[in-house]
């Protein structure tokens, strides 16, 4: 925390917290692995409702960013501001009780738990804040939550598997469950790495059709994606990411039409 | 599903307090119905299910619980020489200076996980027994342990060999010699005691499944399952598993605080690392995460413990007397290597045998036999029904 | 896999059982198990069971198995009426059995811990009814099991205890102890020390960090100022410590010319070799040879110290080369059943057998107040320690104290000791009141 | 200023003795990922090796003695080993006399028939176990082994001496110009050097030799070493069996300064894990810098000028290092990021 009011207050820094309808505001980023630049001068602002896809090939540093924004990493240089506060330097659950939620791309459910528990977690750390010692209110008589657990886990079609243990599920499965874990907190900003990653065709058709309802109802997002497919049919605004930074930005149609994007991008992923 | 889980649980609870109550009579058949075994089997029933809502259900393997163990038997001691007989308050500072005492160790053990918080919780259970054996003599009474004693008679004697008792003394409670641990007046010795223990021991287990079942439960339980992800859900995990270290670290003090209840004396051994790695071994030996198991596990322990260890050559030797005698001789001998003095090997070779062959404990065991007669008779009655495609 | 398992149960369900009914036990319900005959555990039958509580496992496991060794000897004596130091024993009521019962016994496993021991005592008297619990190799033990008997009411004859508090400020009156303590060690010793290594000494005190080192060195302490023995340093080690040379080698720039080991055990073991290795032994200081004492030896752990043991000083209760006609007696059966001869582990417990066998049968019961009564201030000869007085007054034997030294040829393994000097037992005796503590009234459950 | 350089000496003896301990203890760690509490009753056997040794070169025919009687008055019969009786009085006397250092040879091939058969026995199938698990079979192999070797030797330590020419001290005050109150004994500066060859020769073996370079390969990153196709379980068998030959050796030469008995490997136990966790799991430069750290500070917490400021911090010096070495460096001394966190 400390490490954030350092940043904010390093003297002549005073950057900038973003616009009055930016949700994230991620302020001249910065990170380094010895030695290598995963991210450089990264400038990027996610607005109020939109759904904003950060595309790029193998290795440009989407992930590294998603790990800055949700505090996994600490940056170099720069800060990440999430509706006027600044993330970096936060922990992980700080940030998270902010309103920021992550579906991680690799399915990171807790495999010993069941379904309906894996929902459960984070529809209590919603509500409880992030800890709660109230070690004899029964799981099972949070009925008001299970409902509407029950109704996220329905809404991403695993409302059969509820008592299953989350270790035997399927990858798709898996990463049908992450989704649902990300939604029941009604997040402020929902951060989605590769959500269709490694789905069939069809499966990926529902979930594209789920986002685009969770759209309407306000969330905004970002989305990581390789998927072109997804990325046109869901996303506002589009940034791309590549060798570490930021070379264009736009809709989907200024970013179709961008010969830097067609040289870095496209081309070679469209063969 | 809410009605079916409450009415297993309450099956399952009711089943264990039963259980519990009639231990001396399901105990009497391998002559294990006698008090001191039955409190122990109580007694550190209640440390083990203590334990494994830290271990079973976080993860955390801490080698130091046997601290706390120390600490509740000292702070007994002290409240039988200074205050009064009756357990009670000993029983509740054991507990709370347990729990301060593992919110201390917690607080910083817990900042590191896996095998190096296990070595942290080790090397302070370490010092706490070092300390306790030598140069805390003054507060522990070092090697011969600290014991009640006559009230003195000379305020100059000093508080390890003669005590004030204030609160007996303000009651005008006539002492004969070295008065009794009581219970409002009812002796904590011999069967009475027993069952004093077994109470305690049903209680802790409801609040040891409430627990399990509950909110904060379920967050332990993430934690053991993937406690990175759980940050990222919002939790902070570190209150949880410090709640977690210190609900555990009281049940290890009330276990402590009940060793002295039954029999006042406490010393310094009880801390050694040994102790806790017992503990660990009653836990998982009777199955890790599981309500039952590590009662089943401590029951087991301290019954080779006492028993096992009895059985010396001279009993062998009749036990195998149906046999020629060249043959008797062998058999003893080599019966002797596994009881009476070899009981050790007997331990040894049991956790080697669990572990290896049934990893989720006794408990897993009983279920794979249940699941074999439940396949059994599930099959005898679809195949009296109606023929069906074999699954 | 499971058909063996399923024996194995068996047999473990099976043999407890012959357990219970090797005890001459019933298991009872909810009763004390004193009901009858106004005593613990009063014998049924035609038998009577006595408790062996000794380490099995452990750093003392073979002194325990030499314990348990004399203990089967004794019963065996007992129940013939005869055999090894009961025909030199100057009592001669035992005829067989006691009081018409034969003797049989349970054991059980201290492992050098005061709870385990307590625990397997427990065992002993509440399901196996023993009448009486004997056996233990060291001093917290005995404290803590002499408590429980006192508590349970049954009468506790100790066995390896040397520290002053098993009489002295912890005793108790259904406890009795043959052994002696660091009292009678330090009077002993201290004259032989000074005869031999003169006046104006500077010592070192290497002392085990527990109650027993604590005692020992204030009785060394006490009984070597009258010689001008100077204590340079005390130093505390810890129990266990297995490496000891971090203690050692300051004493080599101390200016000490004397070392005193007040270690027992293992420990004993390690820090002799190692100041011996150290090159203590063959120092010249303030122009005296450089000198080690062990106040405490047993031989089975002298043994263990091999060659080093050579020419040191120190106290034992009893040794095997004795040339008495009991030590002779008991050497030849015991060695006879076993092959080689007793320790004073061994030496104690069957004393302590045979006196509370004698005392049952002097007082006609085992109501442990009136067996008391016949060992208090009962004075016996034909044990091997000379003329011996059980004081009444706090329940300690008062006997002969053995100064040993450690043989520079020995002519066998077992031969690591010779006796140096008999100091009588009028110049260790000491008041009762020294101590300190209470005897309290007996206790008979 | 002699006690300060005697007590240093004791530390780095000390330290060479949990140095090779650990040093076993932490590669299996490293490479196999293996929580071995049955490291110390390696240690035990291997002491025992020793032991065993003097048995063997100590079989003796009877010669009835015609001047000497045993303890019960019989003639004594007197024990001739045949050892003098095969090589003769010199051969047989001398090896007789260097059995501790001639055990070496026994440790290194029982050690690594052990550890063979523990490995591809026991240890193979508990890779994937939680750690916990390992613990807990390793320590119930160690338990039935302590049992076995006590109900063969009793629980009593057994002596060893070390070779005549090396039994003594050697008065080191003389050579570095100290007073002749520093002398130290022979065998413990043999052990010392001892224990510095072996850890330079495990360092070199590891270092210059393409198995040892498939193993810190290994320690680095498992997978890819298995991706490479390379068969690292047939390499782990064999570094289990070096651990094991390590630790073994460093028993049988332990044996003169410390009487072996049954339980001496539960007593180094507690002591090695400090000493690996100290240095950083699956460090071996860490479990060497720490063995010998932690050797040299418990020598000087014995000093009775330390212990006066503070009682009984000799005890607990150990645990004291421990906790504030994990508490200020997360991975210990040298340790990596990743090993053995969950």
């Known amino acids: 925390m400390s490490a954030a009011e350092d940043i904010a207050n390093e003297p002549g820094r005073g950057f900038d917290r973003g616009t009055a309808n930016t949700v994230l505001h991620i302020d001249d980023v910065h990170k380094s692995f010895s030695g290598l630049h995963a991210l450089s001068d990264v400038d990027l602002d996610v607005r109020e409702g939109e759904t904003h896809a950060i595309i790029g090939p193998n290795g440009a540093g989407k992930s590294t960013l998603l790990n800055v924004c949700v505090g996994r990493l600490k940056p170099d240089r720069g800060a990440v501001v999430f ?160 060798g570490g930074r930021i070379i264009a930005q736009g809709t989907p149609d200024e970013i179709k039409e961008n010969p830097k994007v067609k040289e870095a991008y496209l081309g070679e992923e469209q063969v | 599903m809410d009605r079916k889980t409450n009415l297993k649980d309450w099956t399952l609870f009711l089943g264990f307090a039963a259980v519990v109550l009639c231990l001396p009579i399901i105990l009497d058949p391998i002559g294990a119905n006698y008090p001191d075994l039955l409190q122990k089997i109580a007694i550190f029933g209640i440390f083990a299910i203590g334990f494994n809502i830290l271990f079973g259900l976080t993860g955390y393997l801490s080698f ?77 009474n070092g090697e011969t342990g600290l014991q009640t004693r006559a009230i003195r008679t000379d305020p100059a004697t000093s508080l390890l060999d003669g005590d004030i008792r204030i609160i007996d003394q303000a009651l005008g409670i006539q002492e004969a010699s070295v008065p009794t641990t009581h219970f409002f007046g009812m002796a904590m010795s011999g069967y009475t005691g027993f069952y004093f223990c077994a109470v305690l021991l049903i209680i802790c287990f409801f609040i040891a ?71 660990v071994l009653m836990t998982i030996l009777g199955g890790v995460g599981t309500l039952v198991g590590p009662v089943l596990g401590a029951g087991i322990i301290k019954y080779a413990e006492q028993k096992v260890s009895s059985w010396n050559e001279g009993i062998l030797d009749s036990f195998f007397s149906f046999l020629p005698e060249g043959l008797q001789h062998f058999m003893s001998g080599l019966g002797a290597l596994f009881v009476g003095e070899g009981w050790h090997t007997t331990l040894g070779l049991l956790f080697m045998i669990i572990v290896i062959f049934l990893p989720g404990g006794i408990m897993e065991g009983i279920r794979r036999i249940a699941a074999v007669f439940a396949r059994k008779s599930k099959s005898n009655n679809t195949s009296a029904a109606a023929p069906q495609p074999a699954e | 896999m499971s058909a063996t398992k399923d024996i194995t149960r068996r047999r473990v369900i099976k043999s407890g059982a012959v357990a219970a009914a090797a005890a001459g036990a019933t298991p009872y319900f909810f009763t004390r198990a004193f009901a009858e005959g106004g005593y613990t555990n009063a014998p049924k039958g035609d038998s009577v069971t006595f408790g062996f509580n000794v ?95 006192q508590e349970a009411g049954v009468i506790f004859m100790s066995g390896l205890t040397h520290s002053n508090d098993t009489t002295g400020k912890d005793k108790r009156a259904n406890g009795f102890r043959h052994f002696f303590n660091t009292e009678m060690t330090g009077a002993a010793l201290g004259p032989v020390l000074k005869n031999n290594y003169g006046t104006d000494r500077k010592v070192y005190h290497l002392t085990a960090d527990y109650t027993w080192g604590y005692s020992q060195e204030g009785s060394m302490i006490k009984y070597t100022k009258d010689y001008n023995w100077e204590t340079v340093a005390a130093v505390k080690t810890p129990v266990g410590a297995g490496d000891f040379s971090q203690f050692i080698t300051p004493i080599l720039s101390s200016g000490a010319d004397t070392l005193v080991l007040n270690h027992y055990g293992k420990d004993m073991v390690n820090s002799l070799t190692q100041a011996v290795q150290f090159g203590l032994a063959g120092k010249q200081v303030n122009g005296k040879d450089f000198t080690i004492v062990v106040p405490l030896y047993s031989r089975l752990m002298a043994q263990g110290a091999g060659e080093n ?56 019961t085992f109501k442990p107040s009136e067996v ?65 503590g209470e005897l309290g009234p007996y206790n008979n459950g | 200023m002699d006690a300060i350089f005697l007590q240093f000496l004791n530390g780095l003896d000390k330290g060479g003795a949990y140095a090779l301990i650990a040093l076993g203890l932490t590669l299996v760690f ?202 690292i379980e047939q390499k782990f068998t064999i570094v289990f069996a070096l651990a094991a030959i390590v630790a073994g050796v460093a028993g049988a030469m332990y044996t003169p300064i410390l009487p072996p008995d049954y339980n001496m490997g539960m007593d180094f136990l507690v002591l090695s894990f400090v000493v690996v966790v100290v240095g950083g799991m699956g460090s071996l430069e860490g479990a060497v810098l720490a063995g010998f750290l932690l050797g040299i500070l418990q020598s000087f917490a014995s000093m009775q000028a330390v212990q006066n400021l503070l009682p009984g911090i000799s005890q607990i010096i150990v645990y004291l290092v421990a906790v504030v070495v994990l508490l200020t460096l997360p991975r210990g001394l040298l340790g990596r990021k990743g090993v053995m966190e969950d």
Request: proline content about 3%.
């Open chain 3, 55 to 149: 380490p099995q496992t452990g750093a003392y496991a073979d002194e325990g198995a030499d314990e348990l060794r004399a203990y089967e000897l004794a019963v065996e004596h007992i129940n013939a009426g005869g055999g090894g130091m009961m025909d030199t024993f100057s009592s001669k009521e035992l005829k067989g059995g006691i009081n018409g019962k034969k003797v049989k016994y349970v054991t059980g496993d201290t492992q050098t811990k005061s709870d385990a021991a307590r625990a397997s005592a427990k065992r002993m008297i509440e399901n196996d009814g023993a009448i009486m619990i004997t056996g233990g190799s060291s001093s917290g033990v005995a404290i803590a099991v002499q408590g429980l008997c």
């Open chain 4, 30 to 231: 490293g490479t196999l990922g293996v929580v071995n509490f049955a490291h110390g009753a390696l240690f035990m056997l291997g002491a025992f090796c020793a032991v065993m040794l003097r048995k063997i070169f100590n079989i003796s025919y009877e010669r009835v003695s015609e001047t000497e009687v045993d303890f019960l008055g019989k003639p004594l019969k007197e024990q001739i080993p045949y050892l003098k009786g095969i090589f003769g009085e010199d051969l047989g006397g001398f090896m007789l006399d260097y059995s501790v250092p001639l055990s070496i040879f026994l440790a290194v091939i029982v050690m690594g028939i052990v550890g063979f058969i523990m490995e591809r026995g026991l240890i193979r199938h508990f890779y994937k176990r939680p750690h916990a698990d390992q613990i807990l079979v390793t320590f119930g192999l160690a338990i039935v082994v302590g049992e076995l070797i006590r109900h063969y030797f009793g629980a009593n330590p057994i002596p060893q001496a070390a070779p005549k020419a090396v039994s003594g001290s050697a008065n080191i005050g003389y050579l570095v110009g100290l007073g002749p109150n520093v002398i130290y004994p022979w065998w413990r500066l043999v052990y010392f050097a001892f224990s510095v060859s072996i850890i330079f020769g495990v360092f070199a073996f590891l270092k210059f030799t393409t198995f040892g370079m498939v193993v810190r390969a290994g320690m680095q990153d498992r997978e890819t070493v298995g991706l490479l196709g390379i068969n």
């Open chain 1, 83 to 242: 509706d006027g506060e600044v993330l970096t330097g936060k922990h992980p659950h700080e940030i998270n009780q902010l309103g920021v939620a992550r579906v991680f791309q690799t399915p990171e459910v807790f495999p010993e738990l069941s379904v309906l528990e894996n929902v459960m977690v984070p529809a209590l750390s919603k509500r409880d804040g992030h800890f709660r010692l109230n070690p004899f209110k029964n799981f099972f008589g949070e009925k008001a939550l299970r409902d509407e657990a029950e109704n996220v886990l329905e809404s991403v079609g695993l409302q059969a598997q509820l008592t299953d243990m989350a270790s035997v599920m399927s990858r798709g499965d898996k990463r049908r469950l992450e989704l649902a874990m990300g939604l029941i907190q009604h997040p402020r900003l929902l951060l989605l790495d590769e959500p269709t990653a490694g789905m069939a065709r069809h499966d990926t058709n529902a979930t594209i059709d789920l986002l685009k309802k969770i759209k309407e109802g306000g969330m905004t997002k970002v989305i990581i994606e390789h998927d072109m497919h997804v990325v046109f049919s869901l996303a506002d605004r589009i940034s791309v990411l590549a």
């Open chain 3, 309 to 364: 043991v050579k020419g040191i000083f120190g106290s034992t209760n009893w040794h095997w080369s004795l040339q008495d006609d009991a030590s002779k007696a008991f050497v030849k059966a015991f060695g006879e059943k076993y092959g080689f001869p007793p320790s004073q582990a061994a030496h104690t417990t069957y004393c302590q057998a045979i006196l509370y066998a004698d005392a049952c049968q002097r007082a006609g």
């Open chain 2, 209 to 279: 499944q409430r627990l399990t079942n509950s909110n904060f439960g379920m967050m332990l339980k993430a934690i053991k399952s993937n406690q990175n992800r759980l940050n990222y859900t919002g939790i902070h995990t570190r209150p949880y598993l410090i709640a977690a270290f210190v609900i555990s670290g009281m049940y290890a003090g009330l276990a402590g605080s009940l060793m002295a209840v039954t029999d006042p004396i406490a010393g310094a051994e009880r801390m050694q690392w040994t102790a806790s790695g017992e503990v």
């Open chain 3, 372 to 436: 008391g009564k016949a060992l208090e201030d009962f004075e016996f000869d034909g044990l091997g320690n000379g003329k011996v007085l059980y004081r009444g007054e706090d329940h300690q034997c008062f006997k002969d104290v053995l100064v040993v030294k450690g043989k520079e040829n020995p002519t066998n393994k077992f031969d690591v000791l010779e006796v140096v000097e008999v100091t009588p037992r009028e110049q260790v005796q000491y008041e009762a009141s020294l101590l300190g």
């Open chain 2, 64 to 140: 130091g619980h046997a601290a706390f163990i120390g600490v509740g038997s000292y702070m007994s001691l002290w409240s039988f020489k200074l205050l009064t007989m009756n357990v009670l308050p000993a029983i509740a500072f054991s507990v709370i200076l347990a729990g301060m005492f593992a919110y201390l160790i917690g607080f910083v053990s817990l900042r590191r996980s896996g095998i190096y918080f296990s070595i942290l919780t080790l090397a302070f259970a370490q010092m706490s027994y070092s300390l306790a054996y030598s140069v805390l003599t003054p507060i522990t």
